[in-house]
């Protein structure tokens, strides 16, 4: 097998191959920063921090909407 390919032969195929994994790479490295930048905007949406959830969001707006609703029933 091995007798019939040359070392050039050898070398352009693994260059072809080096290309293909660079090429499936990329593709990876912009599926995962399209999925950060869904996470960023979900986060900021929601009002999550590092620090904790913000004054702001969706989940702080429900947080007010349950406090309001609560002191209604009171």
Same mark, same amino acid.
């Given at each position: 097998?091995?007798?019939?390919?040359?070392?050039?032969?050898?070398?352009?195929?693994?260059?072809?191959?080096?290309?293909?994994?660079? =090429?499936?790479? %990329?593709?990876?490295?912009?599926?995962?920063?399209?999925?950060? +930048? @869904? #996470?960023?905007?979900?986060?900021?949406? !929601?009002?999550? =921090?590092?620090? %904790?959830?913000?004054?702001?969001?969706?989940?702080?707006?429900? +947080? @007010? #909407?349950?406090?309001?609703?609560?002191? !209604?029933?009171?």
């Amino acid at each position: 097998m091995f007798e019939q390919v040359t070392m050039q032969e050898l070398r352009e195929q693994m260059e072809q191959h080096l290309l293909m994994v660079e =090429e499936v790479l %990329g593709g990876l490295d912009q599926f995962v920063q399209g999925l950060e +930048q @869904r #996470v960023s905007r979900i986060e900021e949406g !929601l009002g999550i =921090e590092p620090e %904790g959830i913000s004054s702001s969001g969706w989940v702080a707006e429900l +947080q @007010r #909407v349950k406090a309001e609703i609560q002191k !209604l029933q009171r």
